[in-house]
C-alpha cells in the first residue's frame, strides 16, 4: 500500500532541508481588547521539494497561517507574533531571512519570486478585462525589469504548455475558458518565476472530481520536474492523503497534529484527526456507519480553557479542562510525527484508547 | 424500476448499514417521465437553448433515497426544482402518485408543496437572516396545518425542533447567524418537515457545512427516512456519500442518465465509462495510483449543441461511429442496474438502431459481466 501511496506523492524528502520555517506565529482579527486569536503560536517546517497537506474544518485557520505567513493578511487581520524564516539559497550558508520583519521593498522583490499562493477560487482571481497572456506577462515584467517584451511572451507561451494549455491560448480573455482551465492559467502565473515555495489554497475545491484529479496531478508532476516545495490547503483530508508527503492538522487555531500522509491515514494519534478520518464515507471497502464529530467547531472568541477541541471529544479528562495541549512526541514515541493531546501525556493518562494507539 | 435487496460481493462480506429490508416496494410517490427541459439563451431572436435536462425518467418512493451524482452542469439541480415545481418543463410530467402534475402557483401549488419540500444547498441563505427560529418554523407549520393554534402550535414547533435533534429550549428563540452551518440546515429541513411532506428534494444538503458534521446531517435524513418514511432525492457530486447514503444511485450526464442501479452496484461495479471515470477519480486513499487516463483533457460539453449520440462520446476512449450517431438505449446489466452505453447493447438492439454487433465500442476489460 505504501507504494500506491508515493504513486502520486513522489519524491521522498531525503534531505529533509527546510525551506520555510513558521515559529511561534500569533495572529489576530479585530483591534482593542479581544481580538479573535485566529492562530495561537503555530509552529511548522516545509522541506524542500515536499507537499506539505494542512487541512481542518473551515474557521481553524488554515488560510490565516497562508496569508500570514506570505504577509498578504488584509486587516483587521494582525501578525501578533512570531517569525517566518524563509531559507533561500540551497546550501550556501546564507542565513535564512524573516519574511515578516522584511522592508516593503525587500518584500515586494521576495514575493511572487521565492513565494507563490494560488488563491481560493482562483478561477475568479484573474483579470477579466485583460487577456490571459498579458496578466501572465505582467508578473514576469515586474520581477524580470531587463526582460524584452518578446521573452515575456514567449515564457507566457511555455507556461500555459507546461500546465496543458495550448500556447495558442495567451489571446484568450479569462471567460472563454472553462473553470479548469483558468485554474490551471493561475498556477502556471504562480510558477511564472520559478518560486521555491508554492502556497496552494484550496486550488480545487470549486472543480469536478475528474477535472480535480487532472491538475492535482500535473501539480505533482511539475513539482517532480521543477523541485518546488507546496503547501496544499484544503479541507479534504482523503484527497490530502494522496496527494501530500507530510499532513498538518489544525483545530481551533492550532496544529493539532503533524505526521507522514500515510501515518495520518492508518494511525491517527489525536482524537479529532481520527473523528476527521471518519466523517469521510469509503468508496470502497466495507460500508460501515460513520458518526462525524458529534458538536460544532469552536467559536475562536469563546474558546474552552485547556484543550479547545475537548467539548467534542470522547476521551475528555479532568486535566482537559486545566491544561492546554501543545505540540509534543506521541506517547508511542514515533519519529517525525507530532500531536498536541493529554492523552499522550502518560502522567496524565493512564492508557492510550485502542483507536488511537494502533 | 424494482428495489431488490442487493447481494454484491463486497456487500456479502459486510452486511449493509441497516438490513436493506424496507417495505416492500410500494407504489412510487413521485416520478418523472421524459422530464425534459432546455432554458433559452442568446436574448429574443435566438432560438437557441440549453439543453439542461433531456428525458430523464425517476421514481421516488416512501422510506428509499435515490441518489443523483453528477458534476456541475449536468443538470441535477435542475431535475430538483423541475421535481419541486419550481419550473415548469419543457417537455415530460411529473407524476404525484400516478397523477400529473401541472400546477405551479395558487392554491394547487400549495397543496403540491404540502406533500413535496425542497432542502437546499445553503443554510446561509436559505433562512431568513432577520427571523429567529420561532418564527421561520411556527410560519411554516401555519401554512401548511393553519388549525394549529396556541399550545399546540409550541407543541409542535418542539417537535419539529426535537426531531431534527436539536434541543428546543435552546435552539428556538435563536437567529440564523447564532447557529452553526449544520444547525441551520438542520432548522432548514426542520422547515421542510412542518408541511409533513412525504418527498424531500434535498439539493446538495452537505456541500457547504464543515467536512465533521456533514455526516451527522445525512444520518439525520436516514433516521427520517426510516422512522417517517419519506421519499429522499438526494443530489449530490460527491459519489461516495451517494454510496453511504442512498439505496439507488443514478448518474447524470450532461441531461441524461448515462446509470442506474443500485448504489452498491454502480459504485462498485461502474459498467458506463463515465461513471468508471468518475469513480476511479475520487480521492480514496484505499486504492490509489490506478491513473485516469479515459476522458481527461477534455472538458465538459457544450449544452447549447450537445454532442449528438452518447453526450459523453468526445470524452470516452471507446466511441465509435454509432456513439456519435445515436442516443444509446438503456441496457439491464443485472436486476436494476441499467446502462445507456452501446457497449452493452445486444444484436437486437444493434439490429434497432440499424447496424450490427460489429459496429458497437469495444469496452475491453473495462466492461462489466451481464448477469441478468
Known amino acids: 500500500m505504501t507504494e500506491t501511496i508515493t504513486a502520486l506523492s513522489g519524491t521522498p524528502t531525503a534531505a529533509r532541508e527546510p525551506i520555510l520555517e513558521i515559529r511561534d506565529l500569533h495572529v489576530g482579527y479585530g483591534y482593542g481588547e479581544s481580538p479573535v486569536r485566529a492562530l495561537r503560536g503555530v509552529n511548522l517546517t516545509l522541506h524542500r521539494g515536499e507537499v506539505l497537506g494542512l487541512a481542518g474544518e473551515s474557521g481553524c485557520g488554515k488560510s490565516t497561517l497562508a496569508y500570514a505567513a506570505t504577509r498578504l493578511l488584509p486587516p483587521p487581520g494582525l501578525i501578533m507574533g512570531g517569525e517566518v524564516l524563509y531559507h533561500g539559497a540551497q546550501g550556501s550558508g546564507e542565513p535564512p531571512v524573516d519574511i515578516l520583519s522584511m522592508t516593503d521593498k525587500e518584500l515586494r522583490a521576495s514575493r511572487w519570486e521565492d513565494v507563490a499562493i494560488v488563491f481560493q477560487g482562483a478561477m475568479n482571481s484573474l483579470n477579466p478585462v485583460y487577456r490571459i497572456g498579458r496578466q501572465l506577462m505582467d508578473a514576469i515584467a515586474a520581477h524580470r525589469k531587463d526582460s524584452t517584451k518578446a521573452e515575456r511572451a514567449e515564457r507566457a507561451r511555455e507556461l500555459l504548455s507546461m500546465v496543458g494549455i495550448a500556447p495558442d491560448r495567451v489571446s484568450a480573455f479569462p471567460h472563454e475558458l472553462s473553470g479548469g482551465m483558468r485554474q490551471r492559467v493561475m498556477i502556471a502565473m504562480a510558477l511564472a518565476l520559478e518560486p521555491k515555495v508554492l502556497i496552494m489554497d484550496e486550488p480545487t475545491t470549486a472543480l469536478d472530481v475528474v477535472m480535480q484529479r487532472q491538475i492535482l496531478e500535473q501539480v505533482i508532476d511539475l513539482r517532480d520536474r521543477l523541485g518546488f516545495s507546496v503547501i496544499f490547503i484544503t479541507h479534504d483530508v482523503s484527497l490530502l492523503i494522496e496527494v501530500a508527503d507530510r499532513i498538518a492538522i489544525m483545530y481551533a487555531g492550532e496544529i493539532i497534529e503533524e505526521a507522514s500522509a500515510s501515518d495520518v491515514y492508518r494511525r491517527p494519534r489525536h482524537p479529532y484527526a481520527h473523528g476527521l478520518l471518519h466523517s469521510f464515507p469509503p468508496l470502497h471497502g466495507p460500508k460501515r456507519p460513520l458518526a462525524g464529530i458529534p458538536g460544532s467547531p469552536p467559536d475562536l472568541q469563546a474558546l474552552p480553557s485547556g484543550c479547545p477541541f475537548r467539548v467534542r471529544c470522547d476521551h475528555v479528562m479532568d486535566a482537559c479542562s486545566q491544561i492546554q495541549p501543545v505540540l509534543g512526541p506521541t506517547r508511542l514515541n514515533e519519529p517525525g510525527r507530532q500531536v498536541a493531546c493529554l492523552l499522550h501525556d502518560a502522567a496524565l493518562a493512564p492508557t492510550l484508547p485502542e483507536s488511537l494507539s494502533r | ?372
Open chain 2, 1 to 372: 424500476m424494482s428495489h431488490p435487496a442487493h447481494e454484491s460481493e463486497t456487500a456479502a462480506a459486510a452486511p449493509p448499514l441497516r438490513a436493506t429490508a424496507l417495505p416492500p416496494t410500494t407504489d412510487p410517490v413521485l416520478q418523472a417521465r421524459g422530464l425534459t427541459k432546455h432554458f433559452p439563451v442568446g436574448g429574443m431572436r435566438s432560438k437557441s437553448v440549453v439543453h439542461a435536462v433531456d428525458g430523464i425518467d425517476l421514481s421516488l418512493r416512501g422510506g428509499q433515497v435515490i441518489a443523483l451524482v453528477g458534476e456541475s452542469g449536468s443538470g441535477k439541480s435542475t431535475v430538483a426544482r423541475l421535481l419541486a415545481r419550481l419550473y415548469p418543463q419543457t417537455g415530460g410530467e411529473v407524476l404525484l402518485h400516478d397523477a400529473p402534475v401541472t400546477a405551479l402557483r395558487g392554491r394547487a401549488f400549495r397543496a403540491y408543496c404540502h406533500r413535496v419540500q425542497m432542502i437546499f444547498q445553503d443554510p446561509f441563505a436559505s433562512l431568513n437572516p432577520a427571523k429567529s427560529v420561532r418564527y421561520t418554523l411556527t410560519r411554516s407549520l401555519r401554512i401548511h396545518q393553519p388549525k394549529l393554534r396556541g399550545a399546540k402550535l409550541e407543541a409542535a414547533l418542539y417537535a419539529l425542533l426535537e426531531r431534527v435533534q436539536l434541543q428546543p429550549e435552546r435552539y428556538v428563540d435563536k437567529f440564523p447567524h447564532e447557529l452553526s452551518g449544520g444547525q441551520r440546515q438542520r432548522v432548514a429541513i426542520a422547515r421542510a418537515l412542518a408541511a409533513d411532506p412525504e418527498v424531500l428534494l434535498a439539493d446538495e444538503p452537505i456541500s457547504m457545512l464543515d467536512v465533521s458534521i456533514r455526516i451527522g446531517i445525512l444520518n439525520l435524513l436516514q433516521d427520517l427516512r426510516d422512522r417517517l418514511g419519506i421519499a429522499i432525492l438526494y443530489i449530490t457530486h460527491d459519489i461516495a456519500s451517494a454510496r453511504y447514503f442512498a439505496d439507488e444511485t443514478h448518474v447524470m450526464y450532461a441531461g441524461r442518465i448515462v446509470e442506474s442501479g443500485d448504489s452498491e452496484s454502480v459504485t462498485q461495479q461502474p459498467a458506463h465509462p463515465y461513471t468508471q471515470l468518475l469513480v476511479r477519480s475520487a480521492p480514496d486513499p484505499e486504492h490509489m495510483g490506478g491513473n485516469v487516463t479515459q476522458g481527461r483533457g477534455a472538458e465538459p460539453p457544450n449544452m447549447v449543441r450537445p454532442p449528438t449520440g452518447c453526450r459523453f462520446n468526445p470524452r470516452c476512449p471507446f466511441a465509435t461511429d454509432i456513439c456519435r450517431e445515436q442516443v444509446p438505449v438503456l441496457a439491464e446489466l443485472a436486476d436494476g442496474h441499467r446502462v445507456a452505453c452501446w457497449g452493452y447493447a445486444d444484436a437486437e438492439q444493434a439490429a434497432a438502431a440499424g447496424t450490427d454487433l460489429s459496429a458497437l465500442p469495444v469496452l475491453g476489460e473495462n466492461k462489466v459481466e451481464v448477469t441478468s
